[in-house]
């Protein structure tokens, strides 16, 4: 049996081959469920799991109706410094993470989202799964934080009541210092049951106007361009649940 302490994690894109048969099936499964899709479009159309925080008021930066006036195109959303940082390095903090904990890690080689099975206007694009199934989520903030910030905890108990993980790792990287820490978190049942009412309304809100506005433009590939996602918009519009 190899001995725990010399033994070294390790970090690749996907799951496949001769490993695919070692993975759990959850891991396996979140995997095949991940669609390589129009992104930006699909990231207006879906509710996604980093949408949830500023929904139900936990964002101290993105108000639910200025969310609402971005998916609505009506205001373009914002892209800040911590967000393109966290892009920037986000496989070096993996590697590093996978290095240090000694875990076998499995990021997506495509960036896409994984809808949930029970309500079809909700998403989720993983930074990265453990073969066990746990699923990680990678920030690169300037400065360490004091426990997991209360902004992420929607979105990851969200991200895994989507992707049905038991358990998640929050990982902060600091980019300058070469250094990384992280913590886990259990997935919170009564959380979710608290919190969705007020994500359904806000998708139902979002779906209705949406549905106005293909109703009273028309469907035709001339007026395609007016609605992002106008396809996808008219399928969902009628079947949020």
Same mark, same amino acid.
């Given at each position: ?13 996907? *799951?496949?081959? !001769?490993?695919?048969?070692? +993975?759990?099936?959850?891991?396996? !499964? ?8 129009? @992104?930006? +479009? ?11 925080? #500023? ?8 108000? $639910? ?14 892209? =800040?410094? /911590?967000? =393109?940082?966290? $892009?920037? %390095? ?38 990265? *799964?453990?073969?066990?199934? =746990?699923?990680?989520?990678?920030? +690169?903030?300037?400065?360490?934080? $004091?426990?997991?910030?209360?902004? %992420? ?7 895994? %009541? ?7 790792? %929050? ?20 959380? @979710? ?5 007020? @994500? ?11 549905? !106005?506005?293909? /109703? ?17 918009? #008219? ?7």
């Amino acid at each position: 049996m190899e001995d725990e302490k010399s033994r070294s994690g390790s970090f690749e894109f996907g *799951i496949g081959g !001769d490993k695919f048969r070692d +993975v759990s099936f959850i891991c396996r !499964d979140i995997f095949n469920r991940l669609k390589e899709e129009d @992104i930006e +479009v699909k990231r207006r159309c879906l509710i996604t799991s980093t949408n949830i925080a #500023k929904i139900i008021g936990h964002n101290p930066y993105v108000t $639910r109706q200025e969310l609402l006036l971005a998916k609505l195109g009506n205001q373009v959303a914002r892209t =800040t410094r /911590d967000i =393109t940082r966290g $892009r920037d %390095y986000e496989i070096e903090a993996l590697q590093l993470f996978a290095k240090l904990s000694k875990f076998d890690v499995r990021a997506p080689s495509f960036r896409g989202f994984v809808r949930s099975r029970k309500h079809n206007f909700l998403a989720t694009s993983p930074d990265a *799964i453990l073969l066990d199934g =746990t699923l990680v989520e990678v920030k +690169v903030p300037l400065r360490f934080s $004091r426990g997991i910030p209360a902004l %992420y905890i929607p979105q990851m108990q969200f991200s895994m %009541y989507i992707l049905q993980c038991r358990k998640s790792f %929050y990982v902060e990287y600091n980019a300058e210092r070469k250094e990384i820490r992280w913590q886990s978190l259990d997935f919170d049942n009564k959380f @979710i049951e608290k919190h969705f009412p007020a @994500i359904q309304n806000f998708a139902s809100v979002v779906f209705s106007a949406y549905k !106005d506005q293909i /109703d009273e433009i028309g469907f035709s590939e001339e007026n395609l361009r007016f609605i992002p996602g106008k396809i996808f918009w #008219k399928s969902l519009a009628s079947r949020v649940h």
